[in-house]
Nanobody
Framework: QVQLVESGGGLAQPGGSLRLSCAAS????????MSWARQAPGKGLEWVSG????????YYAASVKGRFTISRDNAKNTLYLQMNSLEPEDTALYYC????????????????WGQGTQVTVSS
């Protein structure tokens, strides 16, 4: 079955950086688009970024564009999210997800996602 294991979260200061990783197994990673999503305390799930299976194109939410970079290593079955210029508003549980989201009542939903890694941005 699909397994997605995120790592790399932690505490960062405003303006700092973190790099998230997602180890994927149980499916053909190199054939699947991948996404990152996040959920802040008391808020709904927010799609953050996505990448095609061959890294030919990437997409970002307006809230992170220019600060976050998504990438992947198909040889290692690993997805990454480089987060720079972090802001307190980036504090959330970050999830790695298989494929692009579908919208249900205006909210993104995924068929498969990991357990998440916590990112806290605070001075």
């Amino acid at each position: 079955q699909v397994q997605l294991v995120e790592s790399g979260g932690g505490l960062a200061q405003p303006g700092g950086s973190l790099r998230l990783s997602c180890a994927a197994s149980g499916f053909t990673f190199s054939s699947s688009a991948m996404s990152w999503a996040r959920q802040a305390p008391g808020k709904g799930l927010e799609w953050v970024s996505g990448i095609y299976s061959d890294s030919s194109d990437t997409y970002y939410a307006a809230s992170v564009k220019g600060r976050f970079t998504i990438s992947r290593d198909n040889a290692k079955n690993t997805l990454y999210l480089q987060m720079n210029s972090l802001e307190p508003e980036d504090t959330a549980l970050y999830y790695c997800a298989k494929d692009w989201p579908t919208l249900v009542d205006g909210h993104p939903r995924f068929a498969s996602w990991g357990q998440g890694t916590q990112v806290t941005v605070s001075s």
